[in-house]
């Protein structure tokens, strides 16, 4: 069975420094893995997606993350953070290599905060 | 292009009417999902579709809930009747249907409540 851990409920930075959003997933296949965000009032919006190519995923508006096999995580970083990054981040898993469409499998959420 | 777009984007009602939601996925999509978002459990998977066939609806909380698509450009979420504890805001998402490794793309959702 899949499942995803998002590992901090909350997080607060100052803008301009460094953001990690700590993901932890399991999975019986190989995964498919989504950072979204969503904004105050808005829909889950794509930052990027992992589905067996690079390691490192580049996304929208700096942001990144590395797949880690060996450590099952998918940390979400941006090298400085701007106020506008203020949102709620979720990560997501997904099973391959079934051919139909499936369901996708949300994290309960990291709440980021960024002050001046 | 167009996004998935939901109608309307904010219901309030009386408790025990009837209550809809609209959706239109992306077009060319063929994996349509209904979602509810609560503080308390956060985002729910109700049901989804592809090619317009229900294939989980588990997600379902009574059978107050019914959910339909019609055809490939539109899909309906019903609550009959209505209660306060179904207030949340609810999302319809559409994605290509191609073995789990699509992303899913968010309507800006309905702010439902029962008063």
């Known amino acids: 069975a899949q499942s995803v851990t998002q590992l901090d409920s909350h997080v607060s930075v100052s803008e301009g420094t460094p953001v990690l959003l700590r993901c932890n997933y399991s999975s019986s296949y190989s995964p498919s893995l989504f950072w979204y965000v969503q904004h105050p009032n808005k829909g889950l919006q794509l930052l990027l997606k992992y589905t067996s190519a690079a390691t490192l995923v580049k996304g929208i508006n700096g942001f990144e993350a590395e797949f880690k096999k060996s450590e099952t995580s998918f940390h979400l970083t941006k090298p400085s953070a701007h106020m506008s990054d203020a949102a709620e981040y979720f990560c997501?898993?997904?099973?391959?290599?079934?051919?139909?469409?499936?369901?996708?499998?949300f994290g309960k959420g990291t709440t980021l905060s960024v002050s001046s | 292009d167009a996004g998935v777009i939901q109608s309307p984007r904010h219901e309030v009602t009386e408790m025990g009417q009837e209550v809809t939601l609209r959706c239109k996925p992306i077009?060319?999509?063929?994996?349509l999902f209904w979602y509810r978002q609560t503080m308390m459990r956060g985002l729910e998977l109700l049901i989804y579709f592809n090619n317009n066939v229900p294939i989980d609806d588990s997600g379902m909380p009574e059978d107050r809930f019914s959910a339909k698509m019609p055809n490939a450009s539109f899909s309906t979420l019903k609550i009959q009747p209505s209660e306060p504890r179904d207030s949340a805001v609810y999302f319809c998402?559409?994605?290509?249907?191609?073995?789990?490794?699509?992303?899913?793309?968010f309507g800006d959702g309905t702010r439902l409540s029962i008063l």
């Open positions: 998402a559409s994605s290509l249907l191609a073995g789990g490794n699509q992303p899913q793309h």
């Open positions: 997501v898993v997904s099973e391959r290599g079934n051919q139909a469409g499936t369901a996708l499998i």
């Open positions: 077009s060319g999509h063929n994996s």
